[in-house]
């Protein structure tokens, strides 16, 4: 379960972030996370070591986790659906202008 939930996390880092990582970090990102290859089966179809393969994974996944700890923008995504969601279920204005707030 646990590798489910980093999976999800870095698949929503990945759709923020992914325009900041390499062409290669994406393509290896994508064919791991979205098309479910295995690291053999990714070195295979770009000829290079599997290695090479894990190497760029952890490095795109520390990148992504080090762009949100930097730029928050999925934090804050979330804090602002979070509000929204308060206030159509209250109609409490606070939570509108607690969204104002964070637009500054």
Same mark, same amino acid.
């Given at each position: 379960m646990?590798?489910?939930v980093k999976?999800e996390?870095l *698949? #929503?880092?990945?759709s923020?972030? #992914?325009?900041?990582?390499?062409?290669? #970090?994406q393509?290896?990102?994508k064919?791991?996370?979205?098309?479910?290859?295995?690291? #053999?089966?990714? /070195? *295979?179809?770009? *000829?290079v070591s599997? *290695?090479?393969i894990?190497?760029?994974?952890? &490095?795109t996944?520390?990148?992504l986790n080090?762009?949100e700890s930097?730029l928050?923008?999925? /934090?804050? /995504?979330k804090k602002?659906i979070d509000?929204?969601d308060k206030?159509?279920? &209250?109609?409490? /204005?606070?939570?509108l202008?607690e969204?104002?707030?964070?637009?500054l």
């Open positions: 646990e590798t489910l999976t996390k *698949n #929503q880092l990945f923020y972030y #992914q325009n900041l990582l390499t062409d290669k #970090q393509t290896y990102f064919e791991y996370y979205y098309y479910d290859l295995s690291l #053999q089966e990714i /070195s *295979n179809k770009y *000829n599997r *290695n090479a894990f190497d760029q994974l952890k &490095t996944e520390k990148n080090d762009f930097k928050k923008l999925v /934090s804050l /995504s602002r509000l929204i206030y159509l279920e &209250t109609k409490d /204005s606070k939570y202008n969204l104002r707030k964070m637009d």
